[in-house]
């Protein structure tokens, strides 16, 4: 098995976030993960993955913004 599993904390400092905000974008399904006990554990690939996502999600509002375009809040 060569995937790499995080902790909360590990991932947080991937993503320069705090650790309680990726608790909660794994609780609410943001980021896949899996809860062993009380204790979160999410796949490396996983953290990149989301935030490739969230920074496409802003280029493309950045990009639509100097058309002209609205921004969408999500």
């Not at 902790?7 to 899996?34: C, D, F, P, S, V």
């Amino acid at each position: 098995m060569s995937e790499n599993y995080l902790t909360t904390e590990e991932a947080a400092k991937i993503l320069n976030i705090h650790q309680r905000t990726i608790t909660k974008y794994l609780a609410n399904g943001q980021i896949k993960g899996a809860k062993i006990g009380r204790i979160w554990r999410v796949d490396e690939k996983d953290v990149r993955a989301f935030f490739e996502d969230v920074k496409n999600r802003t280029e493309e509002a950045i990009e639509r913004e100097k058309q002209g375009g609205t921004v969408n809040a999500e």
